[in-house]
């Protein structure tokens, strides 16, 4: 099974579930793959600290002009949705930190003066940890290309027994990358306002691409109960409830995994997962 852990908001325990979760996983005689797809801070590394055997680039293409064949016609400029081309006085100007490789300026090209060159945006990292396999991507400061790096990470696993994403926070691109391949989606939010809207808007993204899902709530006993009532209005299945104990906020705060430094909580995470796979079998048979 391939299951993202997502969520509207950052700050929703997305990290601490996916680890701990993958640590649990491999216990039980699984072969788990852990992909950190939150490319732009990623953070399992903390916790996992996986000796990192390794690295890669993650390339996209961009424009180069053949000033012999350019005729200065602006066909490119006209073509390009996010004005990564534009020709001023019949010279061209490109920006390839705008270019997100879409190749249509190479293609309405009429004198076939444009060839698309590699341009690096991020890496690609691989390790294990705890006998959990890890692959974690690193996005170029000042980069957009978010996407093309998730995409890396993805194309790095291998076959697995489970393989867990931990997807980057909110439901915009970079997220639909991350879930889009996930036979099943954990979305953990927290009973607070700001909660349950970020929660609401990242089930209709799960809703929208059609992925069986359910919901974890960290810091269960705080706040009130609407996380809860819209769940059950809605009928959505809450497989995981972490309280707001003072003990994980120390060990999170020294990167440690929740399952290694307080062992109750073991029981918590295995039942989760017992109730995501009973969740996931009965949405096969439909």
């Not at 706040?223 to 707001?244: A, H, M, Q, T, W």
Request: hydrophobic fraction near 40%; charged fraction near 20%.
């Amino acid at each position: 099974m391939n299951i993202a852990i997502a969520s509207g908001k950052g700050g929703t325990g997305k990290t601490t579930i996916a680890t701990n979760l993958a640590l649990i996983l491999a216990d039980m005689g699984n072969m788990v793959q852990l992909l950190d797809c939150d490319v732009e801070e990623p953070n399992c590394h903390i916790f996992m600290k996986p000796e990192i055997e390794s690295s890669n680039p993650v390339t996209v293409s961009k424009p180069e002009i053949i000033k012999e064949k350019c005729t200065g016609c602006g066909i490119c400029g006209e073509v390009c949705e996010y004005s990564a081309i534009v020709v001023v006085k019949g010279s061209v100007l490109t920006f390839p930190e705008l270019c997100h490789g879409c190749g249509a300026c190479k293609l309405f090209c009429p004198e076939e003066a444009i060839i698309e060159v590699p341009r690096e945006v991020g890496i690609v990292e691989t390790g294990t940890s705890n006998g959990v396999a890890f692959i974690q991507g690193l996005l170029n400061i000042g980069e957009l290309m978010s996407p093309a790096v998730i995409g890396g990470v993805k194309k790095t696993a291998n076959a697995a027994d489970v393989i867990i994403y931990d997807s980057p926070p909110g439901t915009s691109c970079p997220v639909i990358e991350a879930v889009k391949d996930a036979d099943f989606v954990l979305l953990a939010t927290e009973p607070t306002p700001f909660g349950l809207n970020d929660l609401e808007l990242a089930v209709g993204m799960v809703r929208a691409l059609k992925i069986p899902f359910a919901v974890a709530i960290n810091r269960c006993d705080i706040g009130n109960d609407d996380v809860k009532n819209y769940c059950d209005r809605e009928n959505i299945s809450v497989v995981l409830e972490i309280p707001d104990d003072r003990k994980i906020a120390e060990a999170y705060s020294r990167g440690e995994m929740i399952v290694h430094v307080l062992p109750e909580y073991r029981t918590l995470f295995e039942s989760c997962w017992m109730r995501i796979t009973n969740l996931y079998e009965n949405e096969s048979k439909k």
